[in-house]
């Protein structure tokens, strides 16, 4: 099965700078979802982006999906040390009914 | 808010033990999920139910079965637990007409020694 698979693995930044991170996957998808995992807990669901959708805003997140070359970034802007997690993205499965989820970028951001 | 609630945050159990993994959802969805998540490997689906009685194998089923008796109710069995099911569990939830935004409980991280 396909799957999402972020990078870097692991990034450390300064409060109040800008995190990006990226999701490559290997076949056509539907949508692509963004997720944070507060460390030892369970993951929350962050923005859905559409394949016929390029960018996507939610507060200090930006969402761009490039389905030409099967890749997406997601961007904080303006970090904070509660935003210390790891990210996922997952993409749904050729057949639409589930996702798969890649093994996820920490990140950390000092105060 | 949706509520994905799973019994045990942690357990311990030994080699050879029947694990039970309740995790109930309180908004009435359709769909429920079993992930297993190690680290360097992502979230894995172990078994997954669109409706009640029904499952469907993920991409890891082997030492695992569900049980779905209830819409609100996602049990995932340990038949013989091994130490290599030592794993955070996580069960999540979604409505039905597609998957699309999926709600996770807490995790249930089980050690069997």
């Known amino acids: 099965s396909q799957q999402g698979e972020e990078d870097p693995q692991a990034l450390s930044i300064q409060e109040g700078e800008n995190a990006t991170m990226n999701c490559s996957y290997k076949t056509s998808i539907n949508n692509l979802q963004w997720y944070r995992q507060n460390s030892g807990r369970g993951l929350v669901h962050l923005i859905l982006?559409?394949?016929?959708?390029r960018e996507k805003h939610s507060g200090r997140l930006r969402v761009t999906l490039d389905t030409s070359k099967k890749s997406s970034s997601l961007l904080i802007t303006a970090s904070r040390a509660a935003d210390t997690a790891s990210y996922f993205c997952?993409?749904?499965?050729?057949?639409?009914?589930?996702?798969?989820f890649g093994p996820g970028t920490r990140l950390s951001v000092l105060p | 808010d949706v509520k994905v609630t799973q019994s045990s945050r942690y357990l311990v159990k030994r080699t050879g033990e029947k694990v039970f993994l309740e995790c109930v959802q309180d908004m009435d969805h359709e769909n429920m999920f079993w992930y297993r998540q190690d680290p360097g490997l992502g979230l894995r689906l172990i078994y997954f139910s669109y409706d009640v009685k029904m499952k469907e194998k993920g991409d890891i089923p082997e030492g695992y079965s569900v049980s779905r008796e209830k819409k609100e109710r996602f049990s995932l069995i340990l038949e013989s637990a091994s130490t290599n099911q030592t794993s955070m569990y996580l069960c999540?939830?979604?409505?039905?007409?597609?998957?699309?935004?999926?709600?996770f409980g807490s995790g249930t991280q089980l050690s069997v020694l």
């Open positions: 999540a939830s979604s409505p039905t007409g597609g998957v699309e935004k999926l709600f």
């Open positions: 982006i559409r394949s016929n959708e």
């Open positions: 997952a993409t749904d499965d050729n057949y639409g009914q589930n996702f798969v």
